[in-house]
């Protein structure tokens, strides 16, 4: 069963024929693919394809991202799909996946780590922001492969209410023992949202695939 397969796949920026480096970019529990895309356009990098899959009814898995992996079935694997099928897309038209960034805020966040976490290769960089890797309890050991110094950006309050601060820590480690280039910064205070320094790291990040 896939829930989300029969789900559009939209796109902005830079056409992929004429794209330099692209990102997959994985929206939010209740959000849309149209609506990160305009998050996307907030970077201001040319040369920059945006490809962002659609979750059926705006929701890649119904329970909280902290649950037992078996109650966010089919949905989680159909989402990571979705995610892959993405990744897919901008390699066939030619783009290498060391130009390739994934970005996810919330639920899309937590997916974007997964696939990364579970698929490592050299990807032009992560970032994840207000999410973590997806389980009742993250094993490190359960995460084998090389990311080959792939940068990876976590983002996140230090009060998230969906988003407990102990699951970035857990996640960046995760990552550091894949060999990825982490970057892990927790924000005081700050509600489930994206802000400007998080924007930022993102824009530089992509800065860097385009230059």
């Given at each position: 069963?896939?829930?989300?397969?029969?789900?559009?796949?939209?796109?902005?920026?830079?056409?992929?024929?004429?794209?330099?480096?692209?990102?997959?970019?994985?929206?939010?529990?209740?959000?849309?693919?149209?609506?990160?895309?305009?998050?996307?356009?907030?970077?201001?990098?040319?040369?920059?394809?945006?490809?962002?899959?659609?979750?059926?009814?705006?929701?890649?898995?119904?329970?909280?991202?902290?649950?037992?992996?078996?109650?966010?079935?089919?949905?989680?694997?159909?989402?990571?799909?979705?995610?892959?099928?993405?990744?897919?897309?901008?390699?066939?038209?030619?783009?290498?996946?060391?130009?390739?960034?994934?970005?996810?805020?919330?639920?899309?966040a937590c997916l974007a780590s997964e696939f990364v976490?579970?698929?490592?290769?050299?990807?032009?960089g992560l970032a994840a922001l207000s999410g973590g890797?997806?389980?009742?309890?993250?094993?490190?050991?359960?995460?084998?492969?090389?990311?080959?110094?792939?940068?990876?950006?976590?983002?996140?309050?230090?009060?998230?209410?969906?988003?407990?601060?102990?699951?970035?820590?857990?996640?960046?480690?995760?990552?550091?023992?894949?060999?990825?280039?982490?970057t892990k910064r927790l924000y005081e205070g700050m509600?489930?949202?994206?802000?400007?320094?998080?924007?930022?790291?993102?824009?530089?990040?992509?800065?860097?695939?385009?230059?």
């Amino acid at each position: 069963m896939e829930p989300h397969g029969s789900q559009p796949l939209r796109t902005a920026g830079a056409s992929l024929d004429d794209a330099t480096a692209a990102a997959v970019l994985v929206h939010g529990r209740g959000a849309t693919a149209r609506s990160i895309l305009r998050m996307g356009e907030e970077f201001n990098a040319t040369g920059v394809a945006y490809l962002a899959p659609q979750a059926a009814r705006n929701t890649w898995y119904p329970n909280p991202f902290t649950a037992p992996v078996e109650s966010n079935e089919p949905g989680r694997s159909s989402g990571l799909e979705a995610v892959a099928a993405a990744v897919d897309e901008a390699n066939d038209a030619g783009i290498p996946t060391e130009r390739l960034l994934l970005l996810g805020f919330s639920q899309g966040a937590c997916l974007a780590s997964e696939f990364v976490a579970r698929t490592p290769t050299r990807y032009g960089g992560l970032a994840a922001l207000s999410g973590g890797l997806i389980g009742e309890r993250i094993d490190p050991e359960e995460y084998a492969g090389d990311l080959e110094g792939t940068p990876v950006f976590l983002g996140c309050s230090d009060v998230d209410p969906h988003i407990p601060a102990e699951r970035v820590h857990e996640t960046a480690t995760v990552f550091e023992r894949l060999n990825a280039d982490v970057t892990k910064r927790l924000y005081e205070g700050m509600g489930h949202t994206v802000n400007a320094d998080e924007r930022d790291h993102v824009a530089s990040m992509l800065s860097a695939l385009v230059a």
